[in-house]
């Protein structure tokens, strides 16, 4: 995954010395932290359930583990909804937590009409 090489213009890293410390880990360990990493935690999923950037990396990173398991019919659903929060095509589901009004907290239709009428 990494150069051996030290070419600071080719590496994203660039000459970072942190990188010598990186290249002990496998591409699997490494790409398993950085799913960790960024992976929404139930803490901030109400902040941030609707930032596409943040959910097609997360999507992206989950994706990049499962190619490496060599597991690329679990990669592909990630790379699309990945792919799905760039181009706006998917949007955020309801907070689990809240889900759909139970019909008990929801307005009947007999005060919907009459307050229509009033």
Partial sequence: MFSTTSDSATSPLGGDPRLAELRQFEALELAQA?????????RDWHRLKSNRSVRAREQLAAALVFLLKDAPEEALPRLQQAVGWLDRSISAP????H???SPANAPSEASDTASETV
């Fill in 34 to 42: 950085l799913a960790e990493r960024l992976a929404l935690s139930e």
């Fill in 94 to 97: 309801p907070c689990p937590q």
């Fill in 99 to 101: 889900g759909t009004k």
